[in-house]
């Protein structure tokens, strides 16, 4: 009896070990697939892959200060997180159907332009919906990226794209890419302008909230400034 037991424990040793490995095997498979197409992007953008870097801190530094929010708690729990990390650099997926006149602009877009512009959400939905329908099955991350890709310009009082949404029918996400993009692009260095300070990119996000912004989520921002600054300190162009 007792040398049946170890058998099964032993047994059972392996095959724990096992699935460990499978799935630390699928995990970098989805990291490695997650870094390819976000490079996709950079060979097209004037944004660099730290900007892809920054904003998946930014995002993970909202979501932990969110964590135990009443209206965010059921949702932001560790597995989502993780989540939420490794989907946000395909944000800008979309960005590859852009045509170059357009996305490499070194002005301002005129309006017909910039409704091409604003196409990049929908595109990039649309890729990571016919990945998801290719695989004929539902991978939690890419449903969380796709989200976000589709979402992240989309604005509290409604007036943002592509479809207008407001308040809490904007997904969680897309509310924490919302603030983590603005407050990069703001911050960061273009071709088309330079670099604005870090307490002048704070005063234009708190003075977005509840309009461009969930003001609880801007709430939270504020509270963890410094950690955006050392986060686009360490991630710096």
């Known amino acids: 009896m007792k040398a049946a037991k170890?058998?099964?424990?032993?047994?059972?040793?392996?095959?724990?070990?096992e699935v460990e490995k499978r799935t630390?095997?699928?995990?970098?498979?989805?990291?490695a697939t997650i870094v390819i197409l976000a490079s996709l992007v950079e060979t097209r953008d004037n944004e660099?892959?730290?900007?892809?870097?920054?904003?998946?801190?930014y995002v993970r530094a909202l979501?932990?200060?969110?964590?135990?929010h009443?209206?965010?708690?059921?949702?932001?729990?560790e597995?989502?997180?993780?989540i939420l990390l490794k989907s946000a650099p395909l944000h800008d997926i979309?960005?590859?159907g852009i045509p170059d006149g357009i996305l490499l602009k070194p002005g301002k877009l005129d309006s017909e332009e910039f409704e091409i512009m604003?196409?990049?959400?929908?595109?990039?939905h649309s890729a990571i919906e016919n990945a998801e329908r290719q695989l004929g099955m539902t991978v939690e991350f890419l449903a969380c990226a796709k989200e976000i890709a589709l979402n992240h310009h989309e604005k509290w009082d409604g007036s943002g794209y592509p479809q207008k949404l407001a308040g809490n029918a904007i997904p969680i996400s897309a509310r924490l890419m919302a603030v983590a993009d603005v407050y990069d692009a703001l911050t960061s260095h273009r071709i088309y302008k330079e670099a604005m300070r870090h307490d002048e990119a704070i005063a234009i996000i708190i003075e977005g909230r509840s309009r461009h912004f969930d003001p609880d989520v801007v709430d939270a921002f504020a509270e963890i400034t410094d950690q955006f600054e050392n986060i686009a300190g360490r991630y710096s162009d």
Do not use: C, M, W
Request: without cysteine; aromatic residues 4%; positive net charge.
């Open 6 to 17: 170890d058998l099964l424990k032993n047994q059972n040793g392996r095959l724990e070990l």
């Open 24 to 31: 630390r095997k699928i995990q970098e498979t989805q990291d």
């Open 48 to 57: 660099t892959g730290n900007h892809i870097r920054r904003t998946q801190h």
């Open 63 to 68: 979501a932990r200060r969110l964590q135990s």
């Open 70 to 77: 009443p209206a965010f708690v059921d949702y932001l729990v």
């Open 79 to 82: 597995g989502q997180i993780d």
């Open 94 to 96: 979309g960005k590859v």
């Open 118 to 124: 604003k196409t990049h959400t929908t595109l990039g």
